[in-house]
């Protein structure tokens, strides 16, 4: 629907398909934009710093660690908490070796 919508051609979208990401890792995103009446689009990879990874994460394990930090350490503000979220688990909770066994607990 979005490459009807936005009238991609076929190239663009076998690009959109073939988009990827790895958890923790990475992200491959598409880029479109028109300039001087000449279409320019590209597949892109976004690799984010630990602090990246936090601010954006949607992981609802990440954010569960997250609020526990917040909760346990009232002391740190918000960016302190971010820190320290990276430093610990710099690819989220659940890339970690703690976050994948099942006795492991964050709390």
Not at 17 to 36: A, D, P, R
Not at 54 to 78: C, G, H, M, R
Not at 81 to 92: D, I, S, T, W
Request: hydrophobic share 30%.
């Amino acid at each position: 629907k979005i490459v009807q919508y936005f009238n991609f051609n076929e190239q663009e979208k076998r690009l959109i398909e073939s988009l990827q990401n790895k958890k923790g890792e990475y992200s491959e995103v598409f880029f479109s934009q028109s300039k001087e009446l000449q279409n320019i689009s590209s597949k892109m990879i976004i690799y984010p710093t630990p602090i990246e990874y936090w601010v954006a994460t949607t992981d609802s394990i990440d954010l569960q660690y997250f609020e526990t930090i917040k909760n346990e350490e009232q002391d740190l503000n918000l960016y302190e908490v971010l820190q320290k979220c990276a430093r610990e688990f710099p690819h989220g909770v659940g890339h970690s070796k703690a976050g994948k066994t099942k006795e492991a607990s964050y709390v």
